[in-house]
């Protein structure tokens, strides 16, 4: 699976990991985040993330 940075803070959402401190289950792809999730570090909205090169 893809995984996506946060062009604000460096963050890499992993879709293996998931975000489990914020209710997103591992094996979560980054299209099927919930909309109101956030970067759990910044704070920035999915919006704000690019695919990891």
């Known amino acids: 699976m893809q995984k996506y940075v946060c062009e604000v803070c460096g963050y890499v959402y992993d879709p293996a990991e998931g975000d489990p401190d ?14 109101d999730w956030a970067c759990p ?5 999915a919006e704000d993330f ?3 090169e």
């Open 22 to 35: 914020n209710g997103v289950a591992a094996g979560t792809a980054f299209s099927d985040l919930p909309t």
């Open 50 to 52: 690019v695919k990891e």
């Open 41 to 45: 570090m910044c704070g920035a909205p």
